[in-house]
């Protein structure tokens, strides 16, 4: 494992080289995600079947994001925060949309590419466990 320090910044490039990487990670591979299967290995999906928190919050800091949307109807303005998350992978939004039934949330598939949490509820319920993108 390395780690290097960027000049003038407070960032770290940290890299690993590992033969067994892709055992932990089987999804990689070539070409484009969005364009062959992302899958979940068995024991990856029962590690998200116990603990789906994690997998959405890495989910969200990776592919998503919390917005505060306004909304205006006429004279009446009203502040909202809404979370989004966009992929081109299917197999992706149906990865996020299942851990997101496991937790309670409802959420809508805004578009092709986009699903979104709108209800206050929800909102609540992910800024439980997702925190700020770091």
Known sequence: MSLYRRRDQRTFDVSSYWKHWPCL???????????????????????????????????????????????????????APRYAFSNRSEDILQLFASACTLVGVHFTRASEKQIAIYSKAAVVRLDEFIGPKQ
């Not at 484009?32 to 979940?40: D, F, P, S, V």
């Not at 990776?62 to 009446?76: F, L, N, V």
């Open 25 to 79: 990670f089987p999804q990689h591979g070539p070409g484009r995600k969005h364009l062959r299967t992302i899958e979940l290995a068995r024991w990856q999906q029962e590690l998200v079947n116990v603990r789906p928190q994690p997998f959405l919050r890495g989910l969200i800091h990776s592919d998503g994001c919390r917005i505060i949307a306004t909304e205006r109807k006429g004279s009446y303005v009203r502040r």
